[in-house]
């Protein structure tokens, strides 16, 4: 609804990500403290009525705890902030295995196109592909090295390319060119992909 509410899920996305600080012995944390060091944050997109992440898990089944963990609390924040009951969230989530490099590339630049649909709608300002990178709730400016946070891990997607951002024109090796000179519609080479 506003910048706050991006604000705070993105205060959550590094509550659950990052190592808690150490507490007194006599405190015990409200939320689960290790899931840190069970899965990795590859790329996030946070949209006003969605959102994506690309995680990467290391023990079974933690997803399903970070997941929970999340939208439990991002609902009870929106829910006491706009005076409303009830689940927030439309259904339970859709996770789909990556199983191949191919899937992997074009779904972090379909996570990093989303907020094209603002600028198309005008719901941010006009903008074309370059101006994806100003777009403040996307890991794109991770990507690119305009950002540096430390629970968002590019690295495995930018280990694929020879540089992050063109060098010139026709600079068709970096991730940059890769993501915001492709032509064909993300969606479309998803669906010919897709697993699930």
Known sequence: MDRQDYTVFLHYL?????????????????????????????SYCLMPNHFHLMIKQFEKYTIVSFMRALTNSYTRYFNNKYDRIGPLFQGAYRGVLIDNDSYLLHLSRYIHLNPLE???????????????????????????????????????????????????????????????????????????????
């Open 14 to 42: 590094k509550r659950y990500l990052t190592q808690p600080p150490e507490l007194p012995h006599e405190i015990t944390p409200r939320f689960k403290a290790d899931l840190f060091e069970k899965i990795k944050l590859i």
């Open 118 to 196: 603002l600028f198309e709608s005008d719901e941010v300002r006009p903008g074309t592909r370059s101006h994806l990178v100003e777009y403040p709730y996307s890991s794109y400016g991770e990507y690119l090295g305009k950002r540096r946070t430390e629970w968002v891990h590019p690295e495995e997607i930018l280990a694929f390319f020879k540089t992050v951002q063109k060098t010139t024109l026709k600079d068709m090796l970096s991730y940059q060119s890769f993501v915001e000179d492709y032509k064909d519609d993300p969606k479309e080479i998803l669906s010919s992909l897709s697993i699930d």
